[in-house]
């Protein structure tokens, strides 16, 4: 079977290398007003929207980020961080960190379903996405609170996910699918 939605949702893919373009306000926003018509638990909404378009910024949560990861055992981080060359958001023009409602139990699910629905709306605009969560750590150290304020997290919430989003100028084919993934219960 085969259709628009079908075929988008299997073109997707985590892009790694972007053009330093920025994103248009036309594109911006229609990204965002697809992550906000995304369905929630009891309609809460319990998301908030952080835009960061400002290369220092977007670089500074990177530094916290691998800051707090580079004080862990290797064996207990990511590898990409011995890379000197990697940078969290992978030189992105635009990140959302999604942030959540804490006091919320089924947030970071209705997060989940938001971030999905920004990654589809940026391909079908002709843009390149990477669902990020290593991130996280520039909110686990003694940065959390002036990052969070650095990027208008409100109070009440916590980091949920990032995605990184630009033209993309990598090429990657689809992933395998793991037929064992799935079982039938009939």
């Not at 926003?29 to 906000?36: F, H, N, R, V």
């Not at 589809?120 to 909110?139: K, M, Q, T, V, Y």
């Not at 109070?155 to 993934?181: C, F, M, R, W």
Request: hydrophobic share 40%; charged share 20%; glycine share 6%.
């Amino acid at each position: 079977m085969s259709n628009a939605i079908l075929s988008l949702i299997a073109s997707r893919r985590s892009h790694r290398q972007y053009k330093p373009d920025q994103l248009t306000n036309e594109q911006l926003d229609a990204i965002l007003t697809a992550a906000l018509q995304s369905p929630s638990a009891n309609n809460k909404q319990p998301w908030h929207f952080s835009v960061i378009q400002n290369a220092a910024i977007i670089q500074r949560v990177h530094d916290a980020a691998a800051r707090v990861a580079l004080g862990r055992d290797p064996a207990s981080r990511s590898p990409r961080y011995d890379d000197g060359a990697f940078q969290v958001f992978y030189h992105a023009p635009t990140v959302i960190v999604v942030s959540y409602d804490d006091k919320e139990p089924r947030s970071l699910v209705d997060c989940g379903i938001a971030v999905q629905n920004v990654v589809l709306a940026a391909e079908s605009l002709g843009l390149g996405s990477i669902i990020l969560g290593l991130p996280r750590d520039a909110f686990l150290g003694t940065e959390k609170l002036e990052i969070e304020k650095l990027i208008n997290i409100p109070q009440g919430y916590a980091y949920g996910i990032g995605v990184a989003l630009g033209t993309p100028t990598d090429h990657k084919p689809a992933h395998e699918i793991g037929s064992n993934k799935v079982s039938f219960i009939r």
